[in-house]
């Protein structure tokens, strides 16, 4: 899925909080309805086979609860996209990530081909359709997350090339697919931040701590004779480039993704570099923008929401600025498009207890318009609001309310505008509230804190609903106003 990821390790927070977010994004010219579902461990098969690759895997005993943001429509698979299980890991996947023509030549995917007269069908390899559900209830730390992928990778391949983040209290790690079989892993620095804008990201690794001790890296067991064999490795000083190695520089990149990138440095790290002008250490089309920084200050919540719903402000690129060249408005793909499936942000509080370590902010539809709230991962219920999304739409349910407000807002954008930000602000001011509320609520009474975690879902939800209906009100005011049919004489 084209999509954005931000990775943001626990001294760099705040609070002490790791927290990973993605974007998922449908692909161009589609809108794929999304919902929250939590899966309990007697819902689990033993065995699991791919609707897109019909490959077919037995799957551990023993799963654990964890929450998914599957498809509404199944045509496809369950796309699970991203969840915390009960042992507090979080994963989101995936990252669609760029490669090379000497990667897949050297490793090509597995592809899925039907059966012919005389050929019998051939399963494909894993893919985003299945990572989520064949691994986030099996594990019990990031590091656990990455080995079972990586052992799945090699076993079964992949058609895709795929960007994974696993998450514990203490650690993040970003796991990146190479060609069919292979695949490399970084921990993000604790006091890093990570930025992934659908392009091959890690840009140095250290191979000898991934086969040996691995402290800081993974891969697969054969990575140096991968390398070796196939002549990847395109270094000057020996020193592993994976980006050089795997990943891609093109046109398209430079249209597509590095964009993303720059803006989001440039937003963390306004001052480390110069980021605009003719003597910029880097602008929009860099290849050389690097993978992770040491933010300029602390990272919070609502830097990550903004950045994941940003459109270029402040620059030329901004599709609905008023100033500057107008021929460079659009030029870049935006990071809050309007093909935003969901946003979700996993937050890994390290002086809370289990029961309420892990928050979960959610929000459906266009991030620029939308608004964001957490839920506590140790939830049972998901609010009908956010768990029972269907295929046509319908206000009830806040995936399509928000895609109506996002498309009413964009077509009145200076009129609106106003209106959104108020309405992002009142939802994030309100949610903290909520949260301080029933942490306390939940640390007295942690015999309850499966049922107040439900409540809380449920007065949340709730509340988002009410602010969400109040402000498409205002907004399709604004839009009816300005309808190309509208004509005014003193007939009121």
């Given at each position: 899925?084209p999509?954005t ?9 705040y609070?002490?909080?790791t927290m ?5 994004d449908?692909g ?5 309805p999304?919902?929250?579902t939590?899966?309990?461990p ?6 699991y ?6 490959v077919k895997?037995?799957l551990?005993k023993?799963p654990?609860?964890y ?5 509404v429509?199944?045509k496809e698979?369950i796309?699970?996209g991203?969840?915390?299980n009960?042992a507090n890991v979080?994963m ?11 990667v897949?030549?050297?490793?090509p995917?597995v592809i ?16 985003e359709?299945?990572l989520?559900?064949l ?17 799945l ?7 895709e ?13 970003w796991?990146e697919?190479i060609?069919?079989h292979h695949?490399?892993a970084k ?5 890093s931040y990570?930025?992934m804008?659908?392009?091959?990201g890690?840009?140095c690794f250290?191979?000898?701590d991934?086969?040996?001790?691995q402290?800081d ?5 054969d990575?140096k004779?991968f390398?070796d064999?196939?002549h990847?490795?395109?270094s ?9 190695a795997?990943?891609s520089h093109?046109?398209?990149d ?8 720059w803006?989001i440095?440039?937003?963390l790290?306004p001052?480390s ?5 003719e003597?910029?250490?880097y602008?929009p089309?860099s290849d ?8 300029e200050?602390k990272?919070?919540?609502?830097d990550?929401?903004?950045?994941l719903?940003?459109?270029y ?7 609905y ?13 935006p990071?809050?498009i ?5 946003l979700e942000l996993?937050?890994m509080?390290?002086d809370?207890p289990e ?6 902010w ?7 318009f939308?608004a ?10 998901v ?13 009830d349910?806040?995936y399509w309310?928000s ?13 609106c505008?106003?209106a959104?930000?108020n309405?992002?602000?009142t939802?994030g001011?309100i949610s903290w509230q909520m ?8 640390l007295?009474n942690p015999?309850?804190?499966?049922a107040?975690c439900?409540?809380a879902?449920k007065?949340t939800a709730a509340?988002?609903k ?9 907004v399709l ?7 190309k049919?509208a004509?005014?004489?003193s007939?009121?």
């Amino acid at each position: 899925m084209p999509c954005t990821t931000i990775l943001v390790g626990k001294h760099a927070t705040y609070d002490g909080s790791t927290m990973i977010a993605r974007n998922s994004d449908s692909g161009s010219g589609k809108f794929t309805p999304k919902k929250k579902t939590v899966v309990l461990p007697s819902e689990i098969a033993d065995s699991y086979e791919s609707v897109l690759s019909h490959v077919k895997i037995e799957l551990p005993k023993n799963p654990m609860k964890y929450t998914s943001l599957p498809n509404v429509l199944p045509k496809e698979g369950i796309w699970a996209g991203s969840g915390v299980n009960e042992a507090n890991v979080g994963m989101t996947a995936t990252e669609t990530i760029t490669t090379n023509e000497r990667v897949l030549g050297a490793d090509p995917m597995v592809i899925y081909h039907k059966a012919t007269d005389g050929m019998p069908e051939l399963p494909g390899g894993i893919g985003e359709e299945d990572l989520v559900t064949l691994v986030l209830p099996y594990i019990h730390t990031a590091r656990e997350g990455v080995k079972r992928l990586g052992s799945l990778l090699e076993q079964y391949g992949t058609y895709e090339m795929n960007g994974i983040a696993f998450q514990d209290v203490d650690e993040i790690w970003w796991l990146e697919s190479i060609g069919g079989h292979h695949w490399i892993a970084k921990r993000v620095p604790d006091d890093s931040y990570v930025v992934m804008p659908n392009q091959l990201g890690i840009d140095c690794f250290d191979l000898k701590d991934a086969l040996g001790k691995q402290k800081d890296h993974m891969c697969s067991t054969d990575m140096k004779e991968f390398l070796d064999k196939n002549h990847l490795d395109l270094s000057l000083n020996g020193k592993l480039n994976p980006r050089d190695a795997f990943g891609s520089h093109s046109n398209a990149d430079h249209v597509y993704n590095t964009p993303r990138a720059w803006f989001i440095e440039r937003f963390l790290n306004p001052t480390s570099c110069k980021w605009d002008g003719e003597n910029a250490d880097y602008v929009p089309e860099s290849d050389a923008i690097p993978w992770c920084r040491v933010p300029e200050r602390k990272i919070t919540v609502e830097d990550i929401k903004y950045l994941l719903s940003s459109y270029y402000q402040g620059t030329p690129y901004n599709p609905y600025g008023t100033f500057g060249d107008h021929t460079q408005q659009g030029k870049y793909r935006p990071i809050g498009i309007n093909r935003n499936d969901f946003l979700e942000l996993i937050q890994m509080r390290p002086d809370l207890p289990e029961e309420i370590r892990s928050l979960q902010w959610l929000t459906f539809g266009s991030n620029a318009f939308n608004a964001m709230i957490p839920f506590y991962a140790g939830l049972t219920e998901v609010p009908a609001y956010f768990g029972s999304t269907q295929a046509l739409p319908s206000t009830d349910e806040y995936y399509w309310a928000s895609r109506i407000l996002g498309a009413l807002a964009d077509a009145h954008y200076k009129t609106c505008i106003s209106a959104i930000e108020n309405y992002q602000q009142t939802v994030g001011a309100i949610s903290w509230q909520m949260i301080h509320q029933y942490d306390e609520k939940i640390l007295k009474n942690p015999a309850q804190a499966v049922a107040l975690c439900n409540e809380a879902a449920k007065k949340t939800a709730a509340m988002l609903k009410e602010e969400t209906q109040k402000t498409l009100d205002k907004v399709l005011y604004e839009a009816s106003c300005r309808m190309k049919n509208a004509y005014s004489r003193s007939d009121s």
